[in-house]
């Protein structure tokens, strides 16, 4: 939490998985963008950091018509606590020695402070993203009726689908069984590897033609942003296969990097940009932090 790509990439988070799952049921792209922007005004309104620097949720200050909906998700721990687990509080310890005791204090107060930070934006993801969600399925019930929930419970899945579920209650049974170090900052790999194969299942699997479209378009949102934010190498299975294809297409004997590979073909910002991302363009590389290359990778 000390470093602000961390950061960047949880706050960036409805942009990766939210608008193209919205984008993909409804068949709207930007209205799932709009959607996204009301939510985010209702987020701002009742989740604020305090003078204290504590994240506060103050769910009086949001419309009616929300309010039982994020009351639901605050009373599910699905609010504000994605990370909760990976980013709890560093308890105190008793050295012997006070000076090391004053270090341990200061470490504590600084790691509460951080995490709050993250709460935070974990709140405005959560909450934004029920929003917008709860808005489109209202504005058209027949999708979410679709698939056998109310506006409420399309908010809600969507939610538990695109920002995770990591309560202690509900996490996925592969946290639970699995030893804490194994799964502890696995989680946004886990869910995200899980956000691909649904899509991939729909597609092929959905019960109607209309739930089979549904699925090809949150997949193409999903790998066209995993594209846009951290460019070709950033997008699933692509930089595992292609070195492969173009060794095999170039007669080499050895893979090649699929990175210096566009460097070397496509010279100048476009080559960068291509292969890292948009924001190669103002001379930011996020590849690394957005990537969703590896979220395949058992290592």
């Known amino acids: ?16 998985v939210t608008v193209p799952r919205l984008a993909g049921d409804f068949g709207d792209y930007s209205g799932a963008w709009d959607k996204l922007a009301s939510g985010y005004k209702v987020a701002i309104a009742s989740a604020k950091m305090t003078k204290q620097f504590e994240t506060q949720i103050d769910l009086d200050k949001v419309p009616p018509k929300y309010r039982a909906l994020l009351e639901e998700l605050q009373l599910r721990n699905l609010l504000d606590v994605g990370m909760e687990e990976d980013l ?3 308890d105190r310890f008793n050295t012997g020695y ?10 504590g107060m600084v790691t509460h402070k951080l995490y709050q930070a993250a709460r935070l934006v974990e709140a405005h993801n959560r909450i934004s993203s029920a929003v917008a969600a709860f808005d489109m399925a209202s504005a058209k019930p027949q999708v979410a009726k679709r698939q056998g929930m109310s506006p409420a419970e399309y908010a809600i899945s969507v939610v538990e689908d695109t920002q995770g579920n990591f309560s202690r209650m509900d996490a996925p049974l592969v946290i639970k069984a699995l030893p804490k170090l194994t799964t502890q900052y696995r989680k946004y790999q886990l869910m995200m590897a899980w956000a691909y194969t649904n899509a991939v299942k729909q597609t092929f699997k959905g019960e109607t033609p209309e739930m089979r479209a549904m699925g090809r378009r949150t997949l193409m949102y999903m790998t066209a942003h ?5 460019g070709a190498t950033g997008v699933p299975l692509v930089s595992t296969v292609a070195p492969y294809i173009l ?31 948009a924001f190669n363009f103002i001379g930011i590389d996020m590849s690394t932090k957005l990537s969703q290359g590896k979220i395949f990778d058992p290592f």
């Open 247 to 277: 060794a095999f297409t170039s007669g080499e004997e050895e893979p090649q990097d699929l990175d210096r590979w566009i460097m070397d073909n496509v010279p100048g910002k476009t080559g960068e940009v291509l292969a890292k991302g």
């Open 1 to 16: 939490t000390s470093s602000i790509g961390y950061h960047v990439t949880n706050a960036t988070q409805p942009a990766m």
């Open 226 to 230: 995993a594209g846009v934010f951290a």
């Open 98 to 107: 006070e000076a090391l005791n004053v270090a341990s204090d200061k470490l």
């Open 88 to 90: 709890s509080s560093f």
